[in-house]
């Protein structure tokens, strides 16, 4: 087979020299050349043989034939590489993989995805598959990722990063210490606002990757390394239209307890001095970039609350401080938040009440699709950010700040609140808590919270 493959590919390439204005009359051996490559897929059946694929030089016969019929190549070389093949014999992959890089894979199949248009649907399949070869060959070979970094495709991605190929890009950008690119990339535009709509969407869409790489713990660590919370302090300074995306980033880089040396580099980095004028007064422009009141007062208080739970001893203090200034300037702009968002979700509570009642009288079941609906209408009144702002009230009574606490507690009885309520919604946050983390972490974090619960 591979034999026959050569003879064509040969032939072909020969046609191609001697008739290079001409295309029919290399036509017929272009398309005899892709029949074989089509009978090829079987050997992806039995990896054991991979080797004879590189003894008889197929590897880079293929190779050299990703400028002409490039889609055929790519499709075999995603199933030659599928991962679970790629399990099924150690050695045929490791022979088949260090071929394939010996030839400069990466460079050709991004050479190639340069020339691909995307609105095409086979071309389009052509990139999804190329990313897919990448992918399959990093998952049995990481340390080819700085390779393949090295190689254009990290510029390539960056250029390219669109919707459409989000997700398997950003697995692709964690593995290859794609934050420090993703920094340098938006540092650009700390000073300036984006001139086209393209380039905001642009701007927007590596942000989004800067905040799905952070949801890997061990990218907070090159975060923190490579400056990114200078970076976002600094974004949020200029005012810029970076602004409300610089806060997204800061708040998925300090939430849990992997968060904790942000939060701490950031009351460092004078952080709070950025961070409390925020909280104070929601900018006005945010109508203007599209982007919620709710979401900017969600995004700060996830901060602050991420802060108060992960600092400890000076940075926890100055943390406190910012409280008690301005006679609890702060405290009075909590509770005004506080109740703004009681009133919604209660709002949307009576709602929810009043259609479970009717459907009880019309004699329809409750099922769970339901209450998630209902669960989701809550959040979209502003649940959430409730939960954040009763969990910073708990926190700064418990602080041991007299002051705070009478505040709290003050203004909670001027306005009609009540304490009851709060440690309602905290019991609510309480067992909602720790998606994705261990029993244990869950357990301790409850168990944190319903203590502060106690004692508020």
Excluded at 140 to 153: V, W
Excluded at 216 to 238: A, T
Excluded at 396 to 415: C, F, M, T, Y
Aim: glycine share 6%; with cysteine.
């Amino acid at each position: 087979m591979i034999l026959t493959f050569e003879k064509r590919s040969y032939k072909n390439q020969a046609l191609r020299i001697k008739f290079p204005d001409n295309p029919e009359k290399f036509m017929e051996s272009e398309l005899d050349l892709n029949d074989i490559i089509q009978e090829m897929h079987v050997i992806a059946t039995m990896p054991d043989l991979y080797h004879l694929l590189v003894e008889l030089n197929a590897v880079h016969s293929l190779l050299g034939l990703l400028t002409h019929v490039a889609i055929a190549v790519v499709d075999l070389l995603q199933e030659l590489t599928d991962i679970d093949t790629l399990h099924e014999s150690e050695e045929g992959a490791e022979v088949l993989i260090d071929a394939l890089l010996e030839g400069q894979v990466v460079a050709l199949l991004v050479q190639n995805m340069e020339r691909l248009d995307e609105l095409v649907k086979e071309e389009a399949d052509g990139i999804f598959n190329t990313l897919a070869i990448i992918e399959n060959m990093a998952e049995f070979k990481p340390g080819l990722c700085t390779e393949a970094a090295q190689q254009g495709l990290m510029q390539w991605l960056l250029k390219r990063i669109k919707v459409r190929l989000f997700y398997r890009m950003f697995i692709l950008l964690s593995l290859m210490d794609g934050i420090d690119v993703l920094l340098q990339q938006l540092s650009v535009f700390k000073r300036h606002n984006p001139s086209t709509a393209e380039e905001q969407e642009m701007m927007e869409n590596l942000f989004d990757g800067l905040c799905s790489c952070l949801m890997l713990p061990s990218n907070r660590d090159r975060f923190l390394r490579g400056e990114g919370l200078q970076l976002m302090n600094l974004m949020l300074r200029e005012k810029k239209m970076s602004r409300t995306s610089a806060l997204k980033v800061l708040n998925h880089g300090m939430i849990g307890p992997e968060g904790a040396d942000n939060c701490h580099k950031f009351v460092d980095i004078l952080g709070l001095r950025t961070i409390f004028p925020l909280f104070m007064k929601t900018p006005k422009k945010m109508k203007k970039t599209g982007n919620s009141e709710k979401e900017h007062e969600e995004h700060v208080s996830s901060i602050i609350a991420s802060m108060l739970r992960n600092l400890k001893s000076q940075q926890r203090s100055r943390l406190l401080n910012k409280f008690t200034e301005n006679d609890c300037e702060k405290v009075d702009r909590l509770m005004e938040l506080h109740f703004k968002y009681l009133e919604a979700v209660q709002q949307a509570d009576k709602r929810i009440e009043g259609e479970k009642h009717e459907m009880v009288r019309r004699g329809e079941i409750l099922d769970d699709g339901m209450e998630d609906e209902f669960y989701l209408r809550r959040l979209d009144a502003g649940l959430f950010v409730l939960q954040l702002i009763c969990y910073i009230m708990v926190e700064i009574s418990n602080s041991g700040i007299s002051q705070l606490q009478q505040r709290v507690h003050q203004i909670l009885n001027l306005r009609g609140g009540s304490v009851k309520v709060v440690r309602h919604i905290m019991r609510e946050y309480a067992e909602s808590i720790g998606d994705g983390k261990s029993e244990e972490f869950k357990e301790a974090e409850r168990k944190r919270i319903m203590d502060l619960v106690e004692n508020f």
